[in-house]
């Protein structure tokens, strides 16, 4: 039985008109007569009397009203008593994450807490993965949004996306390869800007130079995000990036994106919790809403990832 089907049924009962049930249900009257007699089929009676005026309930009709108005009451309590601990969860929380994440999810992740909210408390520290790790570990963050290094033995966390590495360019640089992709061995000789390690993305680019025997030219270690988008913008250097910590500037076409191929160069952002603050309401309730936002940022392509 259809709690929506008993819903219209009190609908007529309390309009005495199929017509007018239809409209204050927002249901086309042809839709509305069907799903009654499937009601009725299903319970194997007949719950109307139909004539040129309208409707009137029969004697089971009535027993039925009877039983399913208080069921729908409670139904409708149960409803306003979840809303009610929605808005009461209070606590305050810590999230950890790296700039380039902070860019996309900060905004319509902290947006909704505001707004639905109001109890929870949120303090955000931005920071490369091994520093966010790191804050972790010490708990100086309850929560952390970061990507998997090697190095990072995380117990209590959980995946939420695959990213695929890009060359990061100036739109003025002569173009590598043929089409939206470059192999990693034609990077060979070009120069790049990345962090040193043992920075997160500077490890998994070595991992897979390593594998492949491919020796790129790192003229210029820097661990600040602002200051390798600024520098590549200008077309003496390039870099090697998810789109997402370009996604503003390659909108802008001020930066252009070539996906790396042979080998594709992948990491994994996960979201791990500190053991102490993990089953804290606050912390639930923002872990939750991390997932729900990153599955929305990716499926409606504003981020590119793989979940």
């Known amino acids: 039985m259809d709690l929506r089907d008993m819903q219209y049924f009190v609908s007529i009962t309390e ?38 005026r309208g409707v009137v309930l029969t004697d089971v009709g009535m027993t039925f009203l009877d039983r399913v108005r208080p069921a729908l009451a409670e139904i409708d309590q149960i409803r306003q008593d979840i809303g009610a601990m929605r808005s009461t969860v209070h606590g305050a929380v810590t999230l950890g994450v790296p700039p380039s994440v902070g860019l996309v999810l900060l905004a319509p992740l902290l947006g909704q807490i505001r707004k639905d ?8 520290l931005e920071g490369f993965s091994g520093h966010v790790a790191e804050w972790l570990s010490n708990g100086r ?18 995946h939420l996306l695959f990213e695929d590495m890009q060359l990061i360019s100036s739109p003025t640089a002569p173009r590598l390869g043929r089409g939206s992709s470059v192999s990693l061995k034609k990077l060979e000789g070009i120069q790049l800007a990345l962090p040193g390690r043992p920075h997160g ?14 020796s ?8 600040t995000l602002p200051t390798i988008k600024g520098l590549v913008a200008t077309g003496t250097i390039r870099t090697i990036l998810p789109i997402i910590a370009v ?12 996906k790396i191929i042979d080998p594709v160069i992948s990491r994994e952002l996960i979201l791990a919790h500190a053991p102490q603050r993990a089953n804290a309401p606050a912390t639930r309730l923002v872990a939750r809403l991390v997932r729900q936002h990153i599955e929305t940022l990716v499926r409606s392509g504003h981020w590119r990832g793989r979940i």
Not at 44 to 51: D, E
Not at 201 to 214: E, P
Not at 218 to 223: G, H, M, N, R
């Open 247 to 258: 996604h503003s500037e390659i909108e802008a076409g001020s930066l252009v994106a070539t």
């Open 15 to 52: 309009t005495g008109s199929f017509t007018k049930a239809a409209a204050q249900s927002g249901i086309a009257q042809s839709a509305l007569s069907r799903r009654i007699r499937e009601l009725e089929r299903e319970l194997g009676v007949t719950l109307f009397y139909r004539n040129g």
């Open 117 to 124: 909210y109001p109890g929870v408390q949120m303090r955000v």
């Open 141 to 158: 963050v309850d929560l952390a949004v970061l990507y998997n290094v090697r190095s990072n033995a995380l117990l209590d966390a959980e």
């Open 201 to 214: 993305l500077r490890v998994l680019v070595d991992d897979a130079c390593a594998k492949t025997n491919v």
């Open 216 to 223: 790129l030219e790192i003229a210029l270690e820097l661990e």
